[in-house]
């Protein structure tokens, strides 16, 4: 298993402002995910963090609104850039520790909201 | 493509019934299925996986999920539901090449004393 800490745990921010969430692991971890949860809503994978390369994006998610890092095997973060109401959401991290079973852990999340 | 669907989105139970919330997949080979638990505000937390071999699956806090290929399902089942199990419900799908995870729009249970 793997200890996945998220920080801020929570935020409220103004349109048009930029926040940075942190993923920090307890262990080198191969894969590290962003997810998205908008309210009562499921999750939605943004991007895949890769290790000093850039993210790989899903369709409908771009770099310059959501850029990513991942300077090493046990941290990673996403910023959400020049934010708008829409941007409310569940920000999650989560790592993949033994690849062959693609069994994800998950951080608490990010609860995000912008007014 | 793979998608995943639950058709209940909220499910109501009293407390000490039995429990079934209904997963769909659609995926050309064998999938890995898994279910997550979410608490309010709370992440998610691994409930009970499949890979390959024994159809039916044991997980965590008494939960049990079956593989039915033919049906295209991986139904999570509980015998007796207690009040802290109030939670939403996420199954999600993946594949042996990749470690995304497709994931179901949830199903939200409610207990009642």
């Known amino acids: 298993s793997a200890v996945i800490s998220q920080k801020p745990s929570r935020d409220i921010c103004q349109r048009g402002t930029s926040l940075t969430i942190q993923c920090q692991v307890d262990?080198?971890?191969?894969?590290m995910f962003w997810y998205r949860q908008q309210p009562g809503q499921s999750l939605t994978l943004i991007a895949t963090?890769?290790?000093?390369?850039?993210?790989?994006?899903e369709s409908g998610f771009v770099i310059d609104k959501f850029p990513i890092s991942r300077p090493n095997l046990t941290f990673s973060t996403l910023t959400v850039s020049n934010m708008s109401p829409e941007d409310s959401s569940i920000y999650l991290c989560?790592?993949?520790?033994?690849?062959?079973?693609?069994?994800?852990?998950f951080g608490e999340g990010s609860r995000l909201t912008v007014l | 493509a793979q998608s995943v669907t639950q058709p209940d989105i909220h499910i109501t139970v009293s407390e000490g019934a039995s429990l079934e919330l209904r997963c769909n997949y659609s995926?050309?080979?064998?999938?890995?299925l898994f279910w997550y638990v979410q608490s309010p505000g709370q992440g998610l937390q691994l409930l009970l996986k499949?890979?390959?071999?024994?159809?039916l699956v044991q997980g965590i806090k008494g939960f049990e999920a079956e593989f039915k290929r033919s049906q295209s399902s991986f139904n999570l089942r509980k015998p007796s539901v207690h009040w802290s199990d109030a939670a939403e419900y996420f199954c999600?799908?993946?594949?042996?090449?990749?470690?995304?995870?497709?994931f179901g729009t949830g199903t939200r249970l409610q207990v009642f004393p």
């Open positions: 995926y050309g080979a064998t999938p890995y």
């Open positions: 999600a799908v993946g594949t042996y090449n990749t470690d995304k995870l497709i």
């Open positions: 499949y890979f390959s071999g024994d159809t």
């Open positions: 262990s080198q971890v191969t894969m």
């Open positions: 989560s790592v993949v520790v033994t690849s062959d079973t693609g069994e994800l852990f």
């Open positions: 963090a890769n290790q000093g390369s850039e993210a790989t994006y």
